[in-house]
Nanobody, 123 residues
Framework: QVQLVESGGGLVQAGGSLRLSCAAS????????MGWFRQAPGKEREFVAV????????SYADSVKGRFTISRVNAKNTVSLQMNSLKPEDTAVYYC????????????????WGQGTQVTVSS
């Protein structure tokens, strides 16, 4: 089992920044690809970003490319999502996900999920 706990959400004005963190516990963190997803009210959950176990392979959704940065520190069992130039359409609950297989994380079918953290961007 891997437990994932997100933090760092909040209310920010458009153009501002937030940094989300996901703390993992349980199994060996470095064995897992990690991803961020988000779900806005009335919408389906969507992929945001993914990072492989070493940090050497990273991918972003087109909607956040150039504004968001995913990173991880295996020694601290954490993965982060730095979000800059936030827009009202970024408002959503953000979830952290983990799986041994990167493409599984990207597909949204990862084994482990956190409870989510709310991000609200005001215009």
């Amino acid at each position: 089992q891997v437990q994932l706990v997100e933090s760092g959400g909040g209310l920010v004005q458009a153009g501002g920044s937030l940094r989300l963190s996901c703390a993992a516990s349980g199994r060996t963190f470095s064995n897992y690809a990690m991803g961020w997803f988000r779900q806005a009210p009335g919408k389906e959950r969507e992929f945001v970003a993914v990072i492989n176990w070493s940090g050497g392979s990273i991918s972003y959704a087109d909607s956040v490319k150039g504004r968001f940065t995913i990173s991880r520190v295996n020694a601290k069992n954490t993965v982060s999502l730095q979000m800059n130039s936030l827009k009202p359409e970024d408002t959503a609950v953000y979830y952290c996900a983990a799986d041994h297989i990167l493409r599984t994380v990207v597909a949204g079918t990862g084994i482990y999920w956190g409870q989510g953290t709310q991000v609200t961007v005001s215009s």
